[in-house]
Antibody
Framework: QITLKESGPPLVKPTQTLTLTCTFS??????????VGWIRQPPGKALEWLAV???????RISPSLKSRVTITKDTSKNQVVLTLTDMDPVDTATYYC????????????WGQGTLVTVSS | QSVLTQPPSVSGAPGQRVTISCTGS?????????VHWYQQFPGTAPKLLIF???NRPSGVPGRFSGSKSGTSASLAITGLQAEDEADYYC???????????FGGGTRLTVL
């Protein structure tokens, strides 16, 4: 059974750096083809893909956020960490992590999401 | 604006058939990349509904079907039920962005 869960601060101040952790079980990020992605959704708005990291440490990041986003993995802890620098109120959103595979690129399993509010 | 274009809303009466369109471009759907569809209820995470254009994950009712042609794709729901009222998103890969893209989402209302 594959599960993912996001964790991180619910509130950050403008200009601060957001660090989110996705802790997963039921699969390994050392298995060929496996990836974990991050998707966010501002309140009342659409889904936005942010980044994905694959088993071989290949990383893809949304061009619109490339200068602000870092994605890393810790296979020993079954975790993927997303950092987003210089937070702004427009970054207020529910952040999801999700399981993917390189050959299909869809997101089959999702975490419950974590709401992050950017406010002073 | 989203890279993939969906109508903001569609509606239908119970039992009817509705379709939701997803229009892309030559760097995503038109390049042959698959389209996937998600269903999302308020306050919950999206759920994969259709993958690789036409395939349903285990547990998804046969009332849901997908198709793709050129730069466009569609999600069809037949025998509409009240429980289908939700937001629906399409997703694909875009070669010019080297990453995934989502549509703007469509709110389905069951009248």
């Amino acid at each position: 059974q594959i599960t993912l869960k996001e964790s991180g601060p619910p509130l950050v101040k403008p200009t601060q750096t957001l660090t989110l952790t996705c802790t997963f079980s039921g699969f390994s990020l050392t298995t060929g083809g496996v990836g974990v992605g991050w998707i966010r959704q501002p309140p009342g708005k659409a889904l936005e893909w942010l980044a994905v990291i694959y088993w071989d440490d290949d990383k893809r990041i949304s061009p619109s956020l490339k200068s602000r986003v870092t994605i890393t993995k810790d296979t020993s802890k079954n975790q993927v960490v997303l950092t987003l620098t210089d937070m702004d109120p427009v970054d207020t959103a529910t952040y999801y992590c999700a399981y993917s595979r390189l050959e299909v690129r869809h997101f089959l399993y999702w975490g419950q999401g974590t709401l992050v509010t950017v406010s002073s | 604006q989203s890279v993939l274009t969906q109508p903001p809303s569609v509606s239908g009466a119970p039992g009817q058939r509705v379709t939701i369109s997803c229009t892309g471009s030559s760097s995503n759907l038109g390049a042959g990349y698959d389209v996937h569809w998600y269903q999302q209820f308020p306050g919950t995470a999206p759920k994969l509904l259709i993958f690789a254009n036409t395939n349903r994950p285990s547990g998804v009712p046969g009332r849901f079907s997908g198709s793709k042609s050129g730069t466009s794709a569609s999600l069809a729901i037949t025998g509409l039920q009240a429980e289908d009222e939700a937001d629906y998103y399409c997703q694909s890969y875009d070669s010019s962005l080297s990453g995934s893209v989502f549509g703007g989402g469509t709110r389905l209302t069951v009248l």
